[in-house]
């Protein structure tokens, strides 16, 4: 069953703006638990992208989106958007929306702290 579902994804001009949306299904809910965003690039390992605590109150990005991209989370709608500005054609990849299964605690940087997987959605930045 699918537990994680992202949107939004799609063909956008350099410089343009994008937002990834990742909504919680099938008897999962994000309260509680980190939830993180990846991307795959082709013929690239999958990337950690940004990452937000159970609480919404930390953070965390990778250096190349810092100050362009925004995690946020809405507990009450079950989802974590990723809000991302000037992108740029090396931003190109499919995005991964990831959770976390243990409860209250930091949000991790590691892929393999995730458990729940979403299947992705392409973004496409034209130059």
């Known amino acids: 069953q699918v537990q994680v579902v992202e949107s939004g994804g799609g063909l956008v001009q350099a410089g343009g703006s994008l937002r990834l949306s990742c909504a919680a299904s099938?008897?999962?809910?994000?309260?509680?638990?980190?939830v993180g965003w990846f991307r795959q690039a082709p013929g690239k390992e999958r990337e950690f992208v940004a990452a937000?605590?159970?609480?919404?109150?930390?953070?965390y990005y990778v250096d190349s989106v810092k100050g362009r991209f925004t995690i946020s989370r809405e507990n009450a709608k079950n989802t974590v958007s990723l809000q991302m500005n000037g992108l740029k054609p090396e931003d190109t990849a499919i995005y991964y929306c990831?959770?976390?299964?243990?409860?209250?605690?930091?949000?991790?940087?590691?892929?393999?702290?995730?458990?729940?997987w979403g299947q992705g959605t392409q973004v496409t930045v034209l130059s």
């Open positions: 937000i605590n159970w609480s919404g109150g930390r953070s």
């Open positions: 099938a008897g999962l809910t994000f309260s509680g638990i980190a």
């Open positions: 990831a959770a976390d299964r243990n409860g209250y605690r930091d949000a991790p940087r590691d892929r393999r702290e995730y458990y729940y």
